[in-house]
């Protein structure tokens, strides 16, 4: 079974500053994807990036990038810039066949004005 | 293009009643999975369906959680005789045809369960 974990539980970035949170996974699967999703305290659920196991090339989205390690099994989002809208819970998480997500624990971002 | 609809927003329950929660998919959407977030937790997989199909129901509970998407109307996740550690956020997420793979769930907001 694949497992995520978030090892950060909370993190804290000045306003403009940049931040890593930090994801690890386990699989023996040599296809698959990695996602960050954002939910803000409305609870909705934000996809923020995507990222296919094949690629070399790390995802970027704007602010947002990753720092995909495949033979380590890491995966770590960084945000530059970062704002105060970006204050949010992050999760990492995991897809395989079936499209089915396993998910990190979480890290609650704070950023301070 | 409305979204992954969920209803109710919050649901309140005394302890050994029903809930029934609601999912409509993205419209052209045929694939549903149902999450459970307990407080300060992650989201964690219960079930994957199609139409009339359960496809993956590993991680639900064997007893009085079951789920259903009829071939017409929304997906249903109906919970029997709840008890207090049912309460928790339950996400709806929904997916085009399966098969590429790689497709990014799209989530509605979520139901809050509270059992009092």
């Known amino acids: 079974a694949q497992t995520v974990t978030q090892s950060q539980p909370e993190m804290s970035v000045q306003e403009a500053e940049t931040v890593t949170l930090s994801c690890t996974y386990d699989t023996s699967e040599s296809d698959y994807y990695l996602f960050w999703y954002k939910q803000p305290p409305s609870r909705q659920m934000i996809l923020v990036i995507r990222q296919e196991a094949y690629k070399q090339q790390n995802a970027t989205e704007n602010r947002f990038s990753v720092n995909f390690q495949k033979a380590a099994k890491s995966f770590s989002l960084k945000i530059s810039d970062s704002q105060l809208g970006d204050a949010a819970m992050y999760f990492c998480?995991?897809?395989?066949?079936?499209?089915?997500?396993?998910f990190g624990g979480g890290t609650r971002l704070m950023v301070k004005p | 293009n409305a979204g992954v609809m969920q209803n109710p927003r919050h649901l309140v329950r005394r302890r050994g009643q029903e809930a029934r929660l609601r999912c409509s998919p993205m419209?052209?959407?045929?694939?549903v999975y149902w999450y459970r977030q307990l407080p300060e937790e992650g989201l964690k997989f219960m079930v994957y369906?199609?139409?009339?199909?359960?496809?993956?129901e590993s991680g639900m509970p064997k007893e009085r959680f079951s789920a259903e998407f009829p071939k017409e109307g929304p997906s249903i996740l109906r919970i029997q005789q709840v008890v207090r550690g049912d309460s928790a956020a339950y996400f709806c997420?929904?997916?085009?045809?399966?098969?590429?793979?790689?497709?990014?769930?799209?989530f509605g907001n979520g139901t809050r369960l509270t059992v009092t």
């Open positions: 997420a929904s997916s085009p045809v399966v098969g590429t793979g790689g497709s990014p769930l799209h």
């Open positions: 419209k052209g959407h045929s694939h």
């Open positions: 369906l199609q139409k009339e199909n359960i496809i993956d």
């Open positions: 998480a995991y897809m395989t066949a079936g499209n089915m997500l396993t």
